[in-house]
């Protein structure tokens, strides 16, 4: 089962900043939060990952609470093209191990 | 470069019949997982493989599903004797292999129809 917690749906306005929370409140020391979006029709994208620290890419920014048992994705200036499935994931860091999808966040950015 | 491959794109097959499913993951990877994704649903693992022999096969639902990957590359899953509950998109996804928190690489998946 997935350890994550998000909500089924989001809206957000075109080139607003979109933030899609997460609870991951069972997280141990070592597991990761990883985020993963699926556009309709195509494989999952990898969009980034964090320990503890927050981290930003050209995609997104991930903000982890201090104890771990939240996250939140932002994207800073969504467009229409970022409409999309977004899965947040609790995953081990030792060996290569699977991803656990949740059902995930259904974020429509409309125009 | 070239990303993750999948053929065929779609398979219509009927009830009890046996289907291959390819995966081509990107060259130099040496983790393939393959996933399945119901309508609705997010990706459900099936197996792993690192290089040649296949790592974690927990997520197989039955005996129905077998995958190899001979020479460390290319990857096949089997079904035998299909069931219309096998109807999903099956997921491929490959990752360097290397260190404990690779990135997995996702093909565009094959839409598997049983009639």
């Not at chain 1, 350890?3 to 070592?30: F, V, W, Y």
């Not at chain 2, 290089?51 to 927990?58: C, E, Q, R, V, Y």
């Not at chain 2, 069931?83 to 997921?91: I, M, N, T």
């Not at chain 2, 290397?98 to 997995?104: L, P, V």
Request: hydrophobic share 30%; charged share 20%.
């Amino acid at each position: 089962d997935a350890k994550t917690t998000q909500p089924p749906s989001m809206d957000c306005a075109e080139g607003r900043a979109a933030n899609l929370p997460c609870n991951h409140s069972t997280i141990s020391g070592n597991e990761y939060v990883y985020w993963y979006r699926q556009i309709h029709s195509q494989g999952p994208q990898y969009i980034i990952h964090g320990l503890k620290n927050n981290e930003t890419n050209e995609m997104a920014s991930l903000i982890i609470t201090e104890d771990r048992k939240s996250s939140t994705l932002i994207l800073p200036h969504a467009t229409l093209r970022d409409t999309a499935v977004y899965y947040c994931i609790v995953r081990g860091g030792s060996g290569n191990t699977p991803l656990v999808f949740g059902k995930g966040t259904r974020l429509s950015v409309i125009a | 470069g070239a990303g993750v491959s999948q053929t065929p794109s779609n398979k219509v097959t009927e009830k009890g019949k046996y289907v291959e499913l390819r995966c081509d993951p990107i060259s130099g990877h040496t983790a393939l997982y393959w996933y399945r994704q119901s309508l609705g649903q997010g990706p459900e693992f099936l197996i792993y493989f690192q290089g040649t022999g296949a790592a974690d096969d927990s997520g197989l639902p039955n005996d129905r599903f077998f995958a190899v990957r001979p020479e460390g590359s290319v990857s096949t899953l089997k079904i035998q004797r299909t069931e219309r509950g096998d109807s999903a998109v099956y997921l491929c996804a490959s990752s360097w292999g290397g260190a404990s928190i690779d990135e997995q690489f996702f093909g565009p998946g094959t839409r598997l129809t049983v009639l």
